[in-house]
């Protein structure tokens, strides 16, 4: 059993401090078969160039608060994976899910409702400085536009881009706070006992994650990891990386076996699918400008 992972907030009361949750459905999750392989040549690296590469201490980063819009009272609060680039323009990755056009949403984006390309997403730094964004990609919009049957993408393939506007790209700074990194992006997949780390900033209490690969999801489109504490409403979209830094994954579930568990979509397999149907063009993972550098 799992439950997406996004907080709904009253438009209204976006300048409170503390993430107000809702009730999250309980869904089941049909059995999936096996998915296809990564598409290695849309796993490649770039850097931010213009601006964003010549700001020394950007405001927006990984782990920056997603607000994205359902309607005039309600939005979806999740948060920023990773930074990307493509085309001259740069992106912030998070889970598709984030940009879910209802309240009561399931697991399967090949049936969920998904905002309009072009939506506005507030992205609020960790001043709490404002700018917009605007929904570029969805895999869930892009599975359904293709009219993908494939049960375990349509479970497991969960990531969606926000494009920053050009006037704030010069705010962008692609490093993980306080973990440094990403190094790279983890294009071969992950075994059990593997470290883990995410940044997760937006519920207060502890920021940093850290935990350990329990079990890959069928062809490695998905990752169960075990944290302490876990993924929590309003974390949905976190990057994770792996021991050496390199990003390898999206948080999108939480498993309801009283595990403590988080479901966290393959982020290579994720950026393959984009790069070949999303219609933007290629995009690529922007590293951090610090190394990476794991607490203890």
Same mark, same amino acid.
């Given at each position: ?17 503390? %993430?107000?949750?809702?009730?999250? +459905?309980?869904?089941?999750? @049909? ?7 990564? *598409? ?6 770039? @850097?931010?160039?213009?601006?964003? @590469? @010549? ?20 939005? &979806?609060? =999740? ?18 899910? =984030? ?21 506005? %997403? ?9 700018? &917009? ?23 497991? &393939?969960?990531?969606? /881009?926000?494009?920053? *506007? +050009? ?117 690529? /993972? ?7 550098? +794991?607490?203890?």
């Amino acid at each position: 059993m799992h439950r997406r992972r996004s907080v709904f907030r009253a438009v209204a009361a976006m300048v409170a401090a503390a %993430v107000l949750g809702l009730a999250w +459905p309980t869904v089941a999750v @049909a059995a999936a078969p096996s998915a296809p392989a990564v *598409d290695k040549a849309a796993v490649h690296q770039a @850097a931010v160039t213009g601006p964003a @590469a @010549a700001q020394a201490a950007g405001t927006i980063t990984p782990g920056v608060l997603m607000l994205s819009p359902i309607d005039e009272n309600s939005a &979806n609060a =999740c948060t920023a994976a990773f930074v990307f680039s493509g085309g001259g323009k740069t992106y912030l990755g998070y889970a598709a899910h =984030c940009a879910g056009a209802g309240t009561a949403m399931g697991l399967s984006g090949c049936r969920e409702r998904s905002l309009p390309m072009g939506t506005t %997403v507030l992205i609020e730094d960790k001043n709490g400085t404002r700018s &917009n964004g605007r929904l570029a990609y969805s895999s869930w919009a892009t599975m359904q536009q293709r009219g993908e049957s494939d049960q375990s993408l349509c479970l497991l &393939n969960d990531f969606a /881009l926000v494009q920053v *506007d +050009p006037g704030a790209v010069g705010s962008v700074d692609p490093t993980v706070p306080i973990l440094g990194g990403p190094s790279a992006l983890d294009s071969n997949g992950l075994t059990p006992g593997e470290p883990v780390f995410s940044y997760q900033p937006n519920n207060g209490g502890t920021v940093v994650k850290e935990g350990d690969v329990v079990s890959e999801g069928t062809g490695g489109r998905s990752h169960r990891v075990l944290t302490n504490p876990p993924g929590r409403p309003g974390d949905s979209g976190s990057g994770y990386l792996d021991g050496n830094g390199r990003a390898f994954g999206v948080l999108s579930v939480q498993f309801l076996d009283g595990s403590g568990a988080n479901g966290v979509t393959d982020l290579a397999m994720a950026l393959s699918y984009a790069n070949r149907y999303g219609g933007i063009g290629r995009v690529a /993972l922007v590293p951090g400008r610090k190394p990476f550098a +794991p607490p203890g």
